[in-house]
């Protein structure tokens, strides 16, 4: 279905890998929020993306895989789908996975073609988010890519070799955030926003991959 004055371009991208029961119509049930917002009637029919250089939706039965590289237009709505995504995909996950959604704001893109006003700032947006099958899986990714990003960024001023108080550092402080959530029984979301993590200053580039 085609959306008329949509403010965003919105790009889903990631990789899940599934329990080895999963079927195709477990993941059609599960990304039904995601063809439902596109206006579809099924996940075949909106597994395509709105670029056709993009791979969609793919379900690999036999990797027992999901990849998503899929964009759509829509609004700031779409992130109550993505929402019931998560809540659906914890349900059929095998391990811990991010995904990546970017917010392209196309007015923005419109008024730069255009020669418009130079200090405009874009409402671009990038959420990352996280599924798995229980909490442990799910901090385990955030673990990993928050040790991967904290160890580029300091291998530019430290040796590689030096930098294993900082991991155990981040590994204390995500063990006391899964004491506090065992404590409570509540699965916490990172924040949106700049200081939330996956986050970057300035427009994210399209579709690079």
């Not at 993009?54 to 829509?74: A, N, R, S, Y």
């Not at 928050?146 to 580029?152: A, C, G, T, W, Y």
């Not at 294993?164 to 916490?188: E, I, P, T, W």
């Amino acid at each position: 279905m085609t959306r008329y004055n949509t403010p965003f371009e919105i790009h889903v991208h990631g990789q899940v890998s599934l329990r080895a029961d999963v079927t195709f119509e477990n993941i059609q049930d599960a990304l039904k929020p995601l063809w439902k917002y596109a206006g579809s009637r099924s996940l075949a029919d909106a597994a395509g993306s709105f670029y056709e250089d993009e791979p969609g939706i793919q379900f690999d039965d036999k990797d027992h895989l999901l990849q998503m590289c899929w964009t759509v237009e829509g609004d700031d709505d779409f992130r109550q789908a993505l929402d019931e995504m998560c809540m659906n995909l914890n349900d059929v996950a095998l391990t811990g996975a991010a995904i990546e959604v970017t917010f392209y704001d196309t007015d923005f893109e419109d008024e730069d073609e255009e020669g418009g006003d130079p200090e405009a700032e874009s409402r671009d947006d990038f959420v990352m988010l996280f599924v798995g099958p229980d909490p442990a899986a799910i901090m385990q990714v955030q673990r990993d890519l928050l040790v991967q990003d904290v160890i580029s960024l300091m291998e530019r001023h430290f040796d590689g070799a030096e930098l294993s108080g900082v991991v155990a550092a981040v590994d204390q402080l995500f063990s006391q955030r899964f004491n506090d959530l065992v404590s409570s029984l509540q699965l916490g979301k990172p924040p949106r926003g700049p200081s939330g993590m996956g986050h970057g200053g300035g427009r994210k580039p399209r579709h690079l991959h």
